[in-house]
């Protein structure tokens, strides 16, 4: 009966030390578990959002992590109303991961049901990201974007150009050697050769309108040759395959969406219409040159005009 008893107590001793012991081990990954929801200090910021077509829109954000843990996101949810509408849905995101200390930029497209492109600026959107560890992360507009934007449209005008992104390309029949990558803009060397301009261009309109670009939309330059004598060289805006380089033959409107980067080229020694294709264009001058930008077209429904006194380039033989 002792050892009975002895057996007994001690299978009882054991299985209660086992239980503490998972016990234990449960409030402890519960506490990490929690410490780590609580360590989550990710932030996203400088938010855009496009409606690109009917039901569709574009969100790009910049995303910082400055703590030590890796932050994967899980689901994206999106809200958007105007006067008459409201509407929101939600996506699963994969292999949206940030390292602790890293920065990252992303744009996620996203169906929402009822979106109409014409009416985009009318939109108020909000959304919000979940982490793996459940927390939500709200999706925040840039809290400088007002002053910039201020500045740039009532300063000079509503496009913003990138000054450290200026390419130019050798053109081949109709296409764009050593593209995408090309040589900077400011020394051009042509070799005779017909040549193109890239610019990357940001709509900064107050009221977030598109801007169409014509095809009247032209860069030039004039070459003082001679005392009291100077030189005009012309090259008109084109339509660039993003993919393979190659000019469009004809010309369709340029859209830029609001404070959405994007690239421009400049090719054709006139304005391309229907009747009159694109035509590659020389310097046909050399030394040192200002360079203008004389962008036509629409801002929303109304007629647009700006001009960028841009850069000084200096094309050689």
């Known amino acids: 009966m002792v050892l009975v008893m002895m057996f007994l107590s001690t299978s009882v001793f054991m299985w209660t030390l086992s239980q503490n012991t998972l016990y234990n081990e449960a409030i402890r990954e519960k506490n990490q578990l929690e410490s780590d929801v609580l360590s989550e200090n990710v932030q996203v910021t400088n938010t855009t959002y496009v409606v690109n077509a009917n039901d569709q829109v574009q969100i790009s954000v910049d995303i910082t992590n400055p703590s030590s843990l890796s932050v994967q996101f899980t689901t994206l949810w999106v809200y958007a109303s105007n006067a008459t ?7 699963k995101l994969s292999n949206v991961n940030v390292q602790g200390g890293a920065y990252l930029s992303r744009s996620f497209d996203m169906i929402v049901e009822g979106l109409r492109p014409g009416a985009s600026n009318s939109y108020n959107f909000s959304s919000w990201l979940i982490t793996g560890r459940g927390n939500v992360v709200p999706l925040q507009k840039s809290t400088s974007s007002n002053i910039i934007i201020a500045q740039t449209t009532q300063g000079i005008g509503a496009l913003m150009m990138d000054f450290q992104n200026f390419t130019y390309y050798i053109v081949s029949g109709n296409s764009l050697t050593n593209f995408p ?3 900077s803009g400011y020394i051009v060397s042509s070799g005779g050769s017909n040549i193109a301009f890239r610019i990357i261009l940001t709509n900064l ?25 100077v030189r005009g060289s012309y090259w008109y805006i084109v339509n660039v395959n993003e993919q393979t380089g190659a000019i469009s033959n004809t010309y369709t409107p340029v859209n830029l969406a609001f404070n959405v980067p994007t690239a421009i080229y400049f090719a054709s020694d006139h304005a391309i219409t229907p009747s009159s294709p694109f035509t590659g264009a020389k310097p046909l001058f050399t030394g040192t040159t200002p360079v203008n930008l004389a962008f036509i077209g629409t801002l929303g429904s109304n007629p647009f005009g700006q ?3 841009f850069v000084s380039i200096k094309v050689v033989s």
């Open 205 to 229: 309109d107050l009221n977030k309108r598109n801007i169409l670009l014509y095809a009247d939309t032209v860069f030039f330059s004039i070459f003082p040759t001679t005392p009291q004598q």
């Open 181 to 183: 990558n090309g040589a």
């Open 307 to 309: 001009n960028i006194p």
């Open 85 to 91: 509408y409201t509407g929101y849905n939600f996506t």
